[in-house]
């Protein structure tokens, strides 16, 4: 089974700060990565799709990168809505959930 | 608008069944992909089993194999996930989402705990 690992696990940050998080798969996924926002008591929505495509209605100051095993999920400026959970979704062979990250404000 | 509400969550005892509807709108059911995923208390997301258009295929993640049941009316535009046998380890939130390759909608959840 393909493994996802996630890091940070917690990230506190500043409004307008940049913010990276990243996503390893245990092997190669080509470009078969997706990365969802979960709000609190919410249900997850899909922001990026094969690593780097931009889901329609999505902010433009996220956007994803990587191919392989190493992903990233940047938001450029962050903003207070986007205090959330974030999880990687590799679906390449079946599907392998990351275990997320919380992004909360400083 | 695409909409997916899901229904038939409970308590429930361990061993025994129970069965979860998602009812679609807003796009036409019988053209996509569909799958419940789930997550447990404080843990992640898991994916537990998806269906074909038609519902000829199915797919399921090995610890639910041979007790839960994916299915689909698409007269209905309704997807069901049956499931027997209920252990401990399955109570979650399960979600209704659509998609083969990506989920690309999800809905709201439903509770389901299997206790004594």
């Known amino acids: 089974d393909i493994q996802m690992t996630q890091s940070p696990s917690f990230l506190s940050a500043s409004v307008g700060d940049r913010v990276t998080l990243s996503c390893k798969a245990s092997q190669n996924i080509n470009k078969y990565l997706a990365w969802y926002q979960q709000k609190l008591g919410e249900a997850p929505k899909l922001l990026i799709y094969n690593a780097n495509s931009l889901q329609t209605g999505i902010p433009s100051r996220f956007s994803g990168s990587g191919s392989g095993t190493d992903f990233t999920l940047t938001i450029s400026s962050l903003q207070p809505e986007d205090v959330a959970t974030y999880f990687c979704l590799q679906h390449n062979s079946w599907y392998t959930f990351g275990a997320g990250t919380k992004l909360e404000l400083k | 608008e695409v909409q997916l509400v899901e229904s038939g969550g409970g308590l429930v005892q361990p061993g025994r069944s129970l069965k979860l509807s998602c009812a679609a709108s807003?796009?036409?059911?019988?053209?996509?992909?569909m799958a419940w995923v789930r997550q447990a208390p404080t843990k992640g997301l898991e994916w537990v089993a998806y269906i074909s258009t038609g519902g000829g295929s199915t797919y399921y993640r090995d610890s639910v194999k041979g007790r839960f049941t994916i299915s689909r009316d698409n007269a209905k535009s309704t997807l069901y996930l049956q499931m027997d046998s209920l252990r401990s380890e399955d109570t979650a939130t399960y979600y209704c989402?659509?998609?083969?390759?990506?989920?690309?909608?999800w809905g709201q959840g439903v509770m389901v705990t299997v206790s004594s």
């Open positions: 989402t659509r998609g083969r390759r990506v989920f690309d909608y």
């Open positions: 807003g796009f036409t059911f019988s053209n996509y992909y």
